[in-house]
């Protein structure tokens, strides 16, 4: 690792870094503030005084059940989607020589190096041209596009660090290809795919852009809060959603931080 | 056979048979072939053309799971999720051998390679010649019917290979199993095989016992590539015998000082602990010879004479 | 060992055993099964939209009844350089450009710390501190700047209580990109987007300079070179490519984002804005299509010439 010898940092080279994590962090605390503020029709800093009682007001809305319930329903079924397809997507790359492999990979990655409503628009007027009804289908259609790139660059870097003679050496040893899945390939990516599977999650549950031109009357979680954010209705229930939509995306993203920090690193990159 | 990678020909019209039993080396400089060879014995290379026999059954077409053939891999290629106990027993796991009788089978093959009560660790907290024995060990508990061994002491110190040279030969001896394996040392294949195989871009050079092909060397490559000999262009043969062909002369054949010897002069001398190393300019061609170090050198610039008996000069080919 | 074992055993039975002799005799028949679900999803599925909504960009509507001719033509882009629509081009690559640059001044300090004088916990530390930014809800970052610029909010009340809010009037003043605050200003938008898109410009240029090897650096200073010689001469063109690879992020996002500048900003649209507002309402799938092909067409170039310069090595 390169180090500098001189172990410590300039004064100014501190300042600069400690400023920048500020700037990215004081935000989002802010929203943990605004979570706990009495105020209701503007916002007003500083909050003139706290409460907790729009914890139990948003936990009485149906409305935000049932976003939530639908954006768990479509990251779930969206990451299992991206698991699998990602997986064989990452095994062919990995595993085999072929011609066309950088296609493929670029194929992988486009649908999240295009910005996002390139990515929206497109399948809009594809489900228009088809005659395809608005459902969480089409959601799941969409995320579940964006996601494999997640999944596979977690699989793709596991499965170079893993030797390619480990599968030899199974096969060897007497195991055929499905038994050689078993108990090697599998156990030895596995924590690299749920990984994947835990940040393809977040990504999904968090999309917006993508998610806007996909769903017809259905609103996802970032679809609600987009609603909240144009047309206002209830400020205190949108900071307390906020602060919760904080806490449940570090979840997976710890998770996989956990999972990943000894070799590969979380593929943040992608998202 | 023959297995080509696009236009690259990595095994050439190889015709090889090992006896059962055999001990037997694939030896050659690295890309020559042999490791290739034996992946297509294995079964993880399937040929391009040609016939594979294994004890007279037909291995084309059979995945190398179902070819009762071990190997012991270059990297080792221990499972690094299971423990040493699982990593010997997988073999037999997977043939589905009860959990009881594998881990004794398993435990019965860490003893015979030396790492007895080894079960529990995990490789990752094995040394490298440690990994070495029970890669060995993973191999040989499948009781296979010819072990295959991809430079099976490369990664290892010099002393350490020493010692591993000669546990594999007693080892082999022991099992009463044919023994491939594939190496670039020719110390190691000269010392430890049978028979010995020499490759150079995808052929077989030459293949016979180690005395034949250190002695009588069939080509310039296979002198020059096995030991250290002089390879003696035809014209400076000529000279000598009258025949222009070419030839190699061994170091240790050199006697330095006989009176009817051919004139030489000394350029240069080293030490390698047991012989010295000098090397001679006869008629402007470079010689080197090996003395025993207790014989005294003669300084660099001397002249001095060198000598041989016409046996010690071997005829042989042209090829590269 | 008295009975000797086949050399060769026999196929085992049952389909997965079949299977799996399949894939080992015909690797190819493997790679078609690996590769089939996740081509035929992305390269049919994906692509094929992709491409349909390409194609219609070809076509033009009608002005008078508001129908799609199917006629090949490249009228719709000539609408594109109408001079609003111009203006929407011109204004969102130049914000996309100042708030490049902007996130590349401010991650280089952190990702300069993290690659070099941060060790052991508070490595993990730093690396959390920037991916949780990163993954954290898009939506509620721009909420959490709604509620910081809002004029009741933090910062005014900030540069309020430093009695500096004259300040903060003489920004608003500038024209253009002042406004009558923060959060209906092009400065506010600039904002948002730099929070947003920062962690995208960080990691790429710590992975850079974490290649820098030390030696390199102490090579220079071994040659006469001051810190700021170094640095200038040393560390900075080797960080580049990382810079340029952060930059594909920040730009090719900015370019494409129609929700931040819904939220703050003026009401003068971007791309994306001029993209959602064409399909949905106007109906005009044509003019919109046409729309999203100039961010493919600035990223193509701007992935061409990040190629040339080795950013993708910095990924």
């Known amino acids: 690792m390169p180090f500098d010898r001189q172990k410590r940092a300039s004064l100014g080279l501190t300042i600069a870094a400690g400023c920048g994590l500020a700037f990215l962090h004081l935000p989002i605390l802010l929203i943990f503030v605004y979570a706990f503020t009495t105020e209701e029709k503007s916002y ?49 790359v990995a595993r085999t020589k072929f011609f066309g492999r950088e296609t493929i990979s670029l194929l992988v990655i486009l649908p999240i190096a295009l910005p996002g409503i390139i990515t929206g628009i497109a399948l809009r007027s594809a489900f228009n041209i088809a005659d395809i009804p608005f459902s969480i289908w089409t959601i799941i259609l969409g995320h579940a596009t964006f996601c494999v790139v997640v999944v596979y660059n977690n699989a793709v870097a596991r499965f170079r660090r893993t030797s390619g003679s ?17 108990h090697v390939i599998l156990p030895n990516i596995g924590t690299a795919l749920l990984a994947g599977g835990m940040l393809a999650f977040a990504l999904s549950f968090d999309e917006v852009i993508v998610t806007t031109f996909t769903a017809g009357q259905q609103a996802t979680l970032p679809i609600w809060m987009l609603e909240e954010l144009v047309r206002p209705r209830q400020r205190p229930v949108t900071n307390v959603v906020a602060m919760v939509v904080v806490l449940v995306t570090f979840l997976p993203i710890l998770g996989a931080y956990y999972l990943t920090r000894d070799g590969d690193r979380v593929a943040g990159h992608g998202k | ?42 079964g993880f290379d399937q040929p391009t053309s040609g016939h594979i026999e294994i004890f007279g059954e037909t291995a084309e077409g059979v995945p190398p799971y179902r070819r009762n053939v071990n190997t012991v891999f270059q990297d080792y290629a221990l499972f690094p999720h299971m423990s ?53 060990a993973r191999a040989i508990v499948n009781k296979p019917r010819v072990l295959l061994l991809d430079e099976p002491l490369g990664a290892l110190d010099l002393k350490l290979r020493e010692q591993m040279q000669e546990e594999l030969k007693s080892l082999q001896q022991a099992l009463d199993i044919t023994f491939i394996f594939v190496t670039h040392d020719q110390g190691e294949a000269l010392s430890m095989a049978d028979r010995v195989a020499v490759f150079n871009q995808g052929r077989i050079r030459q293949i016979g016992s180690p005395e034949d092909i250190y002695q009588r060397p ?98 042989m080919g042209a090829d590269a | 060992m008295t009975v000797l074992a086949p050399a060769i055993l026999p196929p085992g039975g049952g389909v997965l055993a079949r299977l799996s002799d399949l894939f080992w005799r015909r690797p190819s028949v493997l790679l078609a099964v690996l590769l089939g679900p996740p081509v035929l999803w992305l390269g049919v599925i994906y692509l094929g939209s992709l491409l349909a909504l390409l194609a219609q960009s070809f076509f033009s509507i009608d002005e008078f009844s508001g129908l799609i001719q199917y006629e090949w033509t490249l009228k719709t882009y000539g609408e594109l350089l109408h ?61 959490a700047w709604k509620l910081i610029l809002a004029k009741e909010g933090i910062l005014n009340w900030i540069f ?72 200038r001469h040393v560390t900075f063109p080797l960080a580049l490519p990382g810079v340029i690879a952060g930059s594909i992020f920040t730009f090719s996002l900015t370019l494409g984002d129609y929700i931040i500048p819904q939220i703050v900003g003026s009401s003068r649209l971007f791309i994306g804005q001029a993209v959602y507002a064409h399909q949905g309402t106007a109906g005009n799938i044509p003019l919109a299509a046409a729309f999203t092909v100039v961010p493919i067409v600035i990223m193509g170039f701007y992935l061409w010439g990040a190629k040339r310069m080795g950013a993708f090595d910095a990924l």
């Open chain 1, 44 to 92: 007003r800093w500083p909050p003139p005084d706290l409460t907790v009682k729009w914890f139990s007001v948003t936990w009485n809305r149906p409305d935000v059940w049932e976003a939530l319930g639908l954006s768990v329903q479509v990251a779930a079924i969206s990451t299992a989607v991206a698991m699998i397809l990602g997986t064989l997507c990452a095994a062919a």
């Open chain 1, 166 to 182: 480990l599968i030899e050496a199974s096969m060897d040893l007497g195991a055929n290809g499905f038994q050689t899945l078993r």
């Open chain 2, 1 to 42: 056979m023959s297995r080509h990678y696009g236009d690259v020909r990595a095994v050439d019209s190889v015709d090889l048979e090992v006896g059962e039993g055999e001990f037997f080396a694939l030896l050659g400089p690295s890309g020559s072939g042999k490791t290739t060879s034996l992946r297509l014995i294995a």
């Open chain 2, 84 to 136: 040493v106990r699982d990593n010997v027993a997988y073999g037999l796991m997977i043939r589905g051998m009860g959990r009881k009788d594998r881990y004794l089978a398993a435990e019965d093959a860490l003893e015979m390679v030396r790492l007895p009560g080894y079960g529990d660790r995990p490789p990752s907290a094995l040394s490298g010649g440690q990994r070495q024995r029970v890669a060995l």
């Open chain 2, 218 to 315: 069939r080509s310039r490559f296979v002198a020059d590539f096995v030991g250290s000999s002089n390879v003696l262009e035809p014209s400076f043969v000529k000279d000598l015998t009258g025949t222009g062909t070419w030839a190699s002369l061994r170091p240790e054949a050199i006697r330095i000082g006989d009176e009817d010897g051919h004139p030489a002069t000394v350029v240069s001398r080293s030490y390698t602990g047991a012989m010295n190393r000098i090397g001679l300019e006869i008629r402007g061609v470079r010689l080197t010879a090996t003395v025993p170090a207790d014989v005294p050198v003669p300084a660099v610039g001397a002249s001095v004479t060198a000598s041989w008996d016409a046996a010690a000069l071997h005829v």
């Open chain 3, 83 to 143: 001079p609003a629509n111009l203006d929407i081009i011109l204004r969102t690559v130049l914000m996309a450009a100042t708030v490049t640059l902007a996130a590349a001044v401010i991650a280089f300090p952190i990702a300069y710390y993290a690659a070099r004088y941060a060790r052991g916990r508070w490595k993990a530390l730093f690396y959390l501190g920037i991916m949780l930014p990163l993954w954290s809800s898009y939506l509620v970052k721009v909420y």
């Open chain 3, 160 to 231: 309020a209580k430093l009695h500096m809010t004259w300040l903060l009037d003489a920004v608003l003043g500038i024209p253009v990109i002042g406004g009558n605050s923060l959060s209906v200003s092009y400065i506010g938008t600039f904002l948002v987007f730099l929070y947003v898109w920062l962690p995208f410009m960080i990691l790429p240029v710590q992975a850079a300079l974490e290649r820098v090897p030390v030696s390199l650096l102490e090579a220079s200073a071994d040659q006469g070179g001051g810190p700021r010689q170094t640095f």
